[in-house]
């Protein structure tokens, strides 16, 4: 599997197999953003998740998500009708302050203002053909934190909050400021993979700055050591890693291009509601 293969990608790596883990299924879920589903598509439920990897410094949090990242950052940003165009002719959307390519799935700053937050995700829009060459458009991104107190500060952490729970469940968010201007989001998707110490966390708790709606969001993941024998120098890709970075590169560039909703298996709806 793919997972497998991901696996077998990290294996020189001395994060914690967890980490690594989380890593990837991040990765898959910041690739289908808003465009996979299951459920009533009347109420969506999609596939984004948002991952907290706790541990202490140096344990490799940071190493794993930017193995994340890196498979994310791959692929540029192209409209539906370029697609139809042979690849060799493609042209991909140019980045107006930037002047680089936009890349296929969307990467939000490190560290940013909260006011800033919500108008690049605003700004992130995509188009995407669904049946019928109907067009559907959404504004999807991804925070890869290497410390989720860069996103998570004192000041104005409630709205912050608020915002990260709106585009947890997808639903519309809008801003409005008498001096900062305003910004509406109507069809958002955010996917986030931080990493955080527990010192950070105890002091978040007490001083309010994460309250308990927006912690139950998040998948926890705690780890005190990394599983894996301590390395100085990572090792080189070998041939056989280097195709499957590839592989898993243009794997995720594909699930950025299917739209639909998920059918279960017989039974597994059982299964989940008896669980």
């Avoid at 690739?31 to 706790?54: C, D, K, P, T």
Wanted: charged share 25%; proline share 5%; aromatic share 10%.
């Amino acid at each position: 599997t793919n997972f497998n293969k991901f696996r077998e990608l990290t294996s020189g790596l001395d994060a914690p197999s967890l980490f690594l883990d989380a890593a990837w299924l991040f990765a898959v879920s910041a690739a289908l953003e808003r465009r996979v589903y299951s459920g009533s598509i009347h109420r969506r439920l999609h596939a984004n998740n948002f991952f907290m990897l706790i541990g202490p410094a140096g344990v490799g949090k940071g190493l794993s998500l930017r193995e994340a990242k890196r498979l994310l950052n791959a692929y540029s940003l192209y409209t539906p009708d370029e697609l139809k165009k042979p690849p060799n002719e493609r042209r991909p959307l140019i980045d107006p302050v930037t002047h680089m390519e936009k890349k296929l799935f969307y990467s939000l700053p490190d560290a940013t203002t909260f006011e800033s937050i919500v108008r690049e995700i605003a700004e992130a829009k995509k188009q995407y053909a669904v049946a019928e060459g109907k067009l559907e458009t959404t504004c999807a991104a991804y925070f890869c934190l290497e410390e989720l107190s860069s996103l998570l500060r004192p000041r104005k952490s409630e709205e912050v909050a608020r915002f990260l729970l709106n585009m947890y469940d997808g639903e519309p968010y809008t801003y409005k400021t008498a001096t900062s201007g305003s910004a509406h989001i109507e069809s958002g998707c955010l996917n986030v993979l931080a990493g955080t110490t527990p010192d950070f966390l105890k002091t978040a708790e007490e001083s309010g700055i994460i309250g308990e709606g927006l912690l139950s969001r998040f998948v926890i993941i705690s780890v005190t050591h990394s599983d894996r024998e301590p390395r100085f120098f990572l090792p080189e890709l070998t041939a056989e890693q280097l195709a499957i970075q590839t592989h898993l590169q243009k794997w995720l560039a594909f699930l950025g291009t299917i739209y639909g909703k998920v059918e279960l298996e017989s039974g597994t709806a059982d299964e989940l509601e008896a669980w």
